[in-house]
């Protein structure tokens, strides 16, 4: 779900951020190899009951996440978008999705679109996908045939946002101004989840979770490349210049380099169990890593192939979404509030102070 040129990776769900300079800033934990804990600005909160995923608007600067409560067979009770102030961390609205045929259109993947002001989520119950007004909350369209709806991501370059249907091992694309599906790729036999695009390129990169490899769909390619990454991958990221991918692999608990020119993996690092989510931090490279079981998020150096820092989060840290300046977040699905709810963890560059700009800010110079 992360898309290259705008620089915003996500991953699983709690809040990690890096230091000017690339330097970690972890709370009350030293990186690996150091003799001294680097301290930042944290904040964590209880949010609601059945957190899965977020994005930042560098636009409106708010922080989006999906919420819905309801395991499968069980029917889904309840769901909300909820619009985040990124510096107090406070609930600013909440927008519940429509319902169709009786059924709420429950949300889950998230990404935006900031050159329309719009908000592309999943709807993977429901085998569809919807726009929402990033103005507003009001809900603009459902797009339904996209069997298993997992993630989404925007390439606003080309006004084009992609869906990986699970269920149907499809890459769907849509025009962001039409709202209307342009392009369908389907590899069969594939588990599409994962999704990260490069705008520079205008390729979409898929994690296949069935098959432990990454689908390549490329303009103007005949068909999909399939490259090897490692064992059961769930979540994907590029490198800054697009020509290495990471998979944060949940079934071998790994995190994956794919030289992807090359199409093969160059280095697997063990960062913990169910690695379920990544992001890239743009100025250092790092590569923020959410394992769902072990409660932790890993800090990883993609060249050297090392962890280099931990952070302990509450349990199951589900996605993590990095800004451009730096500052992480991380929903969880706890259940650790005073209601049980889940949480959202935030955690800032040392450098920066509390305040309104401290989750997004400019890029800093790297």
């Given at each position: 779900?992360?898309?290259?040129?705008?620089?915003?990776?996500?991953?699983?769900?709690?809040?990690?951020?890096?230091?000017?300079?690339?330097?970690?800033?972890?709370?009350?934990?030293?990186?690996?190899?150091?003799?001294?804990?680097?301290?930042?600005?944290?904040?964590?909160?209880?949010?609601?009951?059945?957190?899965?995923?977020?994005?930042?608007?560098?636009?409106?600067?708010?922080?989006?996440?999906?919420?819905?409560?309801?395991?499968?067979?069980?029917?889904?009770?309840?769901?909300?978008?909820?619009?985040?102030?990124?510096?107090?961390?406070?609930?600013?609205?909440?927008?519940?999705?429509?319902?169709?045929n009786?059924?709420?259109?429950?949300?889950?993947?998230?990404?935006?679109?900031?050159?329309?002001?719009?908000?592309?989520?999943?709807?993977?119950?429901?085998?569809?996908?919807?726009?929402?007004?990033?103005?507003?909350?009001?809900?603009?369209?459902?797009?339904?045939?996209?069997?298993?709806?997992?993630?989404?991501?925007?390439?606003?370059?080309?006004?084009?946002?992609?869906?990986?249907?699970?269920?149907?091992?499809?890459?769907?694309?849509?025009?962001?101004?039409?709202?209307?599906?342009?392009?369908?790729?389907?590899?069969?036999?594939?588990?599409?989840?994962?999704?990260?695009?490069?705008?520079?390129t205008?390729?979409v990169?898929?994690?296949?979770?069935?098959?432990?490899?990454?689908?390549?769909?490329?303009p103007?390619?005949?068909?999909?490349?399939?490259?090897?990454?490692?064992?059961?991958?769930?979540s994907?990221?590029?490198?800054?210049?697009?020509?290495?991918?990471?998979?944060?692999?949940?079934?071998?608990?790994?995190?994956?380099?794919?030289d992807?020119?090359?199409?093969?993996v160059?280095?697997?690092?063990?960062?913990?169990?169910?690695?379920?989510?990544?992001?890239?931090?743009?100025?250092?490279?790092?590569?923020?890593?959410?394992?769902?079981?072990?409660?932790?998020?890993?800090?990883?150096?993609?060249?050297?192939?090392?962890?280099?820092?931990?952070?302990?989060?509450?349990?199951?840290?589900?996605?993590?979404?990095?800004?451009?300046?730096?500052?992480?977040?991380?929903?969880?699905?706890?259940?650790?509030?005073?209601?049980?709810?889940?949480?959202?963890?935030?955690?800032?560059?040392?450098?920066?102070?509390?305040g309104?700009?401290?989750?997004?800010?400019?890029?800093?110079?790297?």
């Amino acid at each position: 779900m992360a898309s290259l040129d705008r620089r915003v990776r996500r991953a699983a769900a709690t809040a990690v951020a890096l230091a000017f300079g690339g330097a970690l800033a972890l709370t009350g934990t030293a990186a690996a190899g150091s003799g001294n804990p680097v301290r930042s600005h944290t904040a964590a909160v209880p949010l609601t009951q059945g957190l899965y995923q977020s994005a930042y608007s560098e636009r409106n600067d708010v922080l989006w996440a999906t919420a819905s409560v309801g395991q499968p067979p069980a029917p889904v009770t309840a769901s909300r978008l909820l619009r985040i102030d990124p510096g107090t961390l406070e609930v600013e609205a909440e927008y519940t999705p429509p319902t169709n045929n009786g059924t709420v259109e429950a949300v889950y993947g998230i990404d935006v679109d900031d050159e329309h002001n719009t908000l592309w989520v999943t709807n993977t119950r429901n085998n569809s996908v919807a726009v929402y007004s990033q103005e507003t909350g009001r809900h603009l369209a459902t797009r339904l045939n996209v069997n298993h709806s997992r993630e989404v991501v925007v390439d606003e370059k080309r006004d084009v946002v992609w869906v990986s249907a699970f269920g149907d091992g499809a890459l769907v694309a849509f025009d962001s101004r039409t709202l209307k599906e342009i392009k369908r790729v389907t590899v069969l036999g594939s588990g599409p989840t994962g999704l990260s695009v490069n705008e520079r390129t205008g390729a979409v990169y898929a994690a296949d979770f069935t098959n432990s490899r990454i689908i390549e769909v490329a303009p103007g390619s005949r068909a999909p490349r399939l490259v090897p990454t490692g064992n059961g991958p769930l979540s994907l990221a590029l490198s800054s210049d697009g020509r290495t991918a990471y998979t944060a692999d949940q079934t071998s608990g790994t995190m994956s380099v794919v030289d992807l020119r090359k199409g093969i993996v160059v280095k697997s690092v063990a960062t913990g169990e169910g690695a379920k989510s990544l992001a890239v931090e743009p100025c250092s490279g790092r590569v923020l890593v959410a394992n769902r079981l072990a409660g932790t998020v890993s800090v990883v150096d993609p060249r050297a192939g090392t962890v280099v820092g931990s952070v302990v989060t509450e349990a199951y840290p589900n996605h993590v979404e990095v800004t451009d300046g730096g500052t992480a977040y991380v929903v969880d699905k706890s259940g650790s509030g005073p209601a049980g709810e889940d949480g959202l963890t935030r955690i800032g560059p040392s450098a920066q102070a509390p305040g309104r700009n401290v989750a997004a800010g400019p890029r800093p110079a790297c």
